[in-house]
């Protein structure tokens, strides 16, 4: 069975998008603080849990997905991995981004549309006889039943809280789940 491919977002799942870090879900001592350049030179603050970053490392050093950046950062999501210590990854490839709304600055207002611009990669990668990890907090309000409709066993989709980004229990799913393709 071939490797699986995570489709990686950044704002919502690395990066928590609050002022104040949730301790409920990481302890203090545990985030990391830092920025990077997006779109326009403007940089924009970054807030990961350190278990997070952690857990992204070692998936990738033991070969266990090929993770790709998958964003409205695009281009500009080498520069988080940058700023937060992580592997050169490739971003997915979104011919569909330019042809959305988001190609300016990312609004914080969620706009739910019947045709969301990152669903066609995902919907690629299963179609290529690929597993899909997708971790987006948007998934939650963008993605549709009928969308995933013959996923099955072949994709998990984990959609963060925003303000925390992947929390301990998502990790353990996701390993887990990791874990259970190894043996296909």
């Known amino acids: 069975m071939a490797v699986p491919v995570w489709l990686l977002d950044i704002d919502g799942v ?5 002022d104040d870090p ?8 545990q985030w990391v603080r830092a920025s990077a350049a997006s779109a326009h030179g403007i940089e924009w603050p970054l ?5 997070v970053l952690d857990f992204l490392r070692r ?11 998958h964003s409205t950062w695009q281009s500009y999501a080498v520069n988080v991995g940058v700023a ?26 969620i706009v739910v549309r019947h045709h969301w611009w990152k669903l066609p ?5 299963i179609d290529g006889g690929r597993p899909l990890l997708w971790t987006d907090d948007d998934a939650r309000h963008q993605l549709r039943a009928q969308d995933r409709a013959g996923w099955d066993a072949w994709a998990l989709v984990v959609a963060p809280p925003v303000e925390s980004g992947l929390t301990p229990r998502q990790l353990r799913r996701i390993d887990t789940w990791l874990t259970e393709r190894e043996s296909w």
């Open 14 to 18: 690395i990066n928590a998008v609050t």
């Open 22 to 29: 949730d301790l409920r879900v990481w302890p203090r001592g």
């Open 47 to 51: 807030l990961a849990a350190r278990p």
């Open 59 to 69: 998936v990738h050093d033991e070969g266990r997905a090929e993770i790709r950046w």
């Open 84 to 109: 937060l210590g992580l592997p050169d990854w490739p971003v997915a490839e979104c011919p569909e981004f330019a042809e959305s709304d988001d190609t300016e600055i990312a609004s914080p207002l």
């Open 121 to 125: 990669t995902a919907q690629r990668v």
